[in-house]
């Protein structure tokens, strides 16, 4: 009954926006092990587009069936205006396709599936906030059949290679993005917490300076993967909480506090505190018997979960990361290649036993390493503070920076300053996700020419960053407020002068608007 009221609530708010989601609504024949896709039409118009980093589909239940995988449509890179970088977005008339399993298990009946796209859409002058489509399957589920479960071939090699999970991990900075944290797993192996138990651990499985150096190659390798499945499988369980949690990332007190546990990890590798592997823990890998290549990998698992308390503050980070991701393959991915560059030393120093032991002690790299470290968490934390009080506003702050004018926050306290002192009130609808009102901010309102007519009038901000504030929420409905940026004048009698709103990015219409605003509205 909850789904059926928002789903109501949502639609009506959907009808305003030139987005369409469609889908059958007839009820799907399926069999226990059968598989069947199901096509969601997602329209979108002429010279707009979707942000594929904010576009999901989230199920709400599943009522025992399966969804064993989801294509989103393909991408293309444009180059964002107002972000002055490239962004993955979908453009055009675009599908996504849902692929269900039924379990041979399951009980016959109908089932009603819930789920929730989520997206954001703009053109190059106007931004629509995140939307939330309520769409509903509905599926009978018929007798036994004597189908064979395909689960096969949906996880074959062809099909993994092909689908859009793969391409995001590939298109754009993906790339730069694994070698980033392949290189930051080999560092963690450097630090003084690790790499003590590099030496311990290869002689526990086997290593030995004069075994030959393939064998000990064999062994190292051997550990590695079991390390890096470890971490794969930390990675799968971060998405799948993450999942639960849905859009929760992006409620404000979430945001400060990623923010805040990036910062407290960023001081344990500027040395306020230190993470130490517990003695006991040492002892219990001492314990571990490495018998050839089954061994080493049983090893490489344990080193994994013994390990993790030291490579915390990175893990973490990056835990937190994927599970912001939502994807279960860039979760198991990522920390995969994660954990393949610390292993990388424990390759190195394995196979070349006899030659390398001990080197790496003497160079005194460890402490510079930690710092470095330090500052690429310090920079995360700075990036999810970004998202709450924009950097820019920190730095006025900090400098004593003042507004030109300054702006209220409220439409009704600029009402009774504009009746008060027979002026014009400009109310301008902004948000944080709206690169054309950033660009109007900052490049268009702090002209001087603007300033001096501001002057003139009762400027109001009306700041929808995060939709969760009652007053904004009402303040938006109340103007009829669809997209942003949104730029209107309202009167000192309170009626708003239709004729002059400014619905996009448009700095001279904008301009002389509130030229004829102000000549317009003679005491």
């Known amino acids: 009954m909850l789904f059926v009221v928002f789903s109501v609530c949502l639609s009506a708010n959907a009808q305003n926006t030139p987005f369409k989601v469609s889908y059958s609504k007839e009820s799907i024949q399926l069999v226990p092990g059968q598989t069947r896709v199901v096509v ?9 587009f979707v ?30 205006p107002f972000f002055k970088k490239k962004l993955a977005v979908f453009e055009g008339p675009s599908q996504i396709l849902v692929t269900f399993e039924v379990p041979p298990e399951a009980q016959v009946g109908k089932r009603m599936l819930e789920a929730v796209l989520h997206f954001q859409g703009c053109s190059d002058t106007l931004c629509y906030p995140e939307e939330a489509r309520p769409i509903i399957f509905n599926f009978e589920i018929g007798g036994t059949s004597n189908l064979e479960p395909r689960t ?14 793969f391409s995001q991990v590939w298109e754009q900075s993906g790339w730069i993005m694994l070698v980033v944290v392949f290189i930051g797993g080999f ?30 190659l064999f062994l190292s390798l051997s550990l590695v993967v079991g390390l890096a499945l470890t971490y794969a499988a930390l990675g799968v369980l971060a998405v799948a909480l993450g999942k639960s949690l849905g859009f929760i990332f992006q409620e404000k007190w979430i945001v400060i506090l990623l923010a805040l546990l990036f910062f407290i990890l960023s001081l344990s590798m500027f040395g306020l505190y230190e993470i130490h592997l517990p003695l006991f823990l040492r002892e219990k890998l001492n314990n571990i018997k490495g018998h050839g290549a089954m061994g080493a990998f049983a090893s490489g698992m344990v080193t994994g979960v013994l390990a993790a308390p030291c490579a915390g503050p990175v893990v973490g980070s990056l835990l937190l990361f994927v599970a912001g991701t939502q994807s279960y393959f860039q979760g198991f991915f990522l920390l995969f290649v994660y954990a393949m560059g610390m292993g990388l030393l424990f390759v190195v120093l394995g196979t070349g036993y006899g030659i390398l032991q001990g080197r790496f002690q003497g160079f005194g790299l460890s402490v510079w390493i930690k710092r470095f470290l330090g500052v690429l968490l310090l920079i995360g934390a700075l990036f999810y503070l970004n998202t709450v009080v924009p950097l820019q506003k920190g730095f006025d702050i900090l400098m004593k920076y003042k507004e030109p004018v300054p702006w209220l926050s409220s439409d009704v306290a600029g009402l009774e300053i504009a009746k008060k002192e027979q002026k014009i009130m400009l109310v301008d609808f902004y948000a944080e996700w709206c690169p054309p009102c950033k660009e109007l901010e900052i490049g268009f309102f702090r002209k001087p020419e603007v300033v001096e007519l501001l002057k ?53 219409l904008l301009y002389d608007n509130m030229q004829k605003a102000l000549g317009g509205d003679k005491p």
């Open 51 to 80: 942000y594929k980093d904010k576009t999901e589909l989230e199920f709400l239940n599943l009522e025992s069936l399966l969804v064993k995988r989801i294509e989103y449509p393909t991408s293309r890179v444009r180059q964002d």
């Open 152 to 165: 096969s071939n949906l996880f074959s090699w062809h099909d993994l290679i092909h689908s859009q999970d």
């Open 187 to 216: 560092l963690t192996s450097l630090t003084p917490c690790v790499l003590p138990l590099i030496p311990i651990t290869l002689l526990i499985i086997g290593v030995r300076a004069e075994s030959p150096v393939k064998r000990n």
């Open 456 to 508: 003139k009038m009762v400027p109001v901000r009306i700041d929808a960053t995060f939709n969760d504030d009652p007053v904004v929420e009402a303040t938006i409905k109340k103007y009829k407020v669809i997209g942003w940026p949104t730029v209107l004048f309202v009167d000192s009698t309170g009626k708003v002068l239709n004729d002059l709103t400014v619905v996009s990015y448009n700095p001279k």
């Open 40 to 48: 969601i039409d997602f329209t979108i118009p002429e010279k707009y």
